[in-house]
């Protein structure tokens, strides 16, 4: 099923812009979003085949099964509840159903999960995005080798500094467990012309290889030192080192250039939700209004152009938090939608719907 199909069928219950140009942010650039709301004809319905929500390949236009829609706006998702506050000029299509479906009835203490809770993890994003854009990673990936260490005396070097002043390579060492001390290894050195000790090196193959690598050691042999392999940051250098580069490669480009462009090492657009979807949330807690044309468009507008600085603004936004929070404390909103009450609507705006269209 496509949007098409949905509109060929007259299976839609409403139709709106969404995103920047529904909260009034939009630039002259900007993308168009849409969502919307459907009913599954009845015989899907009512067969094997329910299909939750319909989206274009870019995923910029969702349009969502009136089951699921309901489903989410008990959970007070805040996508779905804009649709229910969408600004008159930004409404495609209504269909007089659609208006049983009222904000008064689904608005709840759950917005603070919802909205606040989504705006701290666009916070803690931010401040990803603000390293990695301030502590990029270099191309050539580190090795095992870098993250280990050799005694010497009280003291220890780093494993390549030590080979380097010994006048030895790593193929000419071969380590040894060394009982009950974890990731520490006594190290051996073949100085034989053919290596006839047959030690197999510190690590099987440097730019790939994730541990050090044992040898088998004659009997009788010495350690010179002993090598520490520091496991724990090997392994975090690695997840950083991935994560950075993924990043790198999955990120918005026109996002990108616009935070380069701007200089303050911020996503300007993420920072511009983390604010918008805060003071929404401050407003359900303190009026039960929902309120998606933003009022203050040019503050936002601001946050976006790179006006403030990224402390600046992540400040804010924890204090911002905060007064969220106290707002939800001191709420008069319920705890949670009415389910049951919900429950009723989307049956009768399900049936009333397959009247009418039964009816055509």
């Known amino acids: 099923m496509t949007i098409a199909d949905l509109r060929q069928q007259h299976l839609i219950l409403f139709e709106a812009i969404s995103g920047s140009r529904a909260y009034g942010t939009n630039l002259p650039h900007s993308d168009t979003d849409l969502k919307g709301v459907f009913v599954l004809p009845e015989k899907a319905f009512f067969g094997l085949g329910y299909v939750p929500q319909v989206a274009n390949e870019t995923n910029d236009e969702v349009f969502y099964e009136l089951r699921r829609f309901v489903e989410l706006l008990l959970k007070n998702n805040p996508t779905v509840l804009e649709l229910l506050g969408t600004p008159p000029d930004c409404i495609v299509y209504k269909h007089p159903l659609f208006d049983q479906f009222r904000p008064q009835d689904f608005l709840s203490k759950l917005c603070r999960l919802s909205f606040a809770e989504y ?25 095992v080798l870098d993250f280990c260490y050799v005694t ?12 380097t002043r010994q006048g030895l390579t ?15 290894y006594a190290l051996f050195v073949d100085r034989t012309p053919d290596r006839a000790l047959g030690y197999r090196g510190l690590v099987r193959d440097p730019e790939i290889s994730q541990d050090v690598q044992l040898s088998a050691v004659p009997k ?5 030192a002993y090598l520490s392999f520091n496991r724990n940051g090997y392994s975090s250098y690695c997840r950083v ?41 401050e407003e359900i807690a303190l009026t039960g209004q929902l309120q998606v044309r933003r009022p203050n468009r040019e503050f936002l507008l601001q946050i976006r152009r790179g006006e ?8 804010e ?32 705006v399900r049936h009333e719907f397959y009247l009418l269209s039964n009816q055509e």
């Open 119 to 143: 705006a701290v993890a666009q916070i803690r994003k931010a401040k990803g995005l603000n390293k990695k854009i301030n502590h990029p990673e270099p191309p050539g990936r580190k090795s």
């Open 152 to 163: 010497v005396g009280a003291g220890a070097q780093a494993a390549e500094t030590w080979l």
């Open 170 to 184: 790593a193929a000419q060492c071969g380590l040894a467990n060394v009982p009950h001390l974890t990731d520490l």
């Open 220 to 224: 009788g042999e010495e350690p010179i």
């Open 241 to 281: 080192f991935r994560e950075y580069w993924e990043w790198v490669e999955k990120r918005n480009k026109e996002r990108y250039a616009n935070t380069v462009q701007h200089g303050k090492n911020y996503d300007a657009k993420n920072m511009l939700h983390v604010f918008r979807l805060l003071q929404m949330a």
């Open 308 to 315: 403030f600085e990224y402390a600046e603004l992540v400040a």
């Open 317 to 348: 936004a924890e204090h911002l938090v905060e007064r969220v929070e106290a707002a939800f404390l001191a709420s008069a909103l319920p705890e949670t939608p009415l389910n049951e009450a919900a429950e009723d609507t989307l049956r009768q």
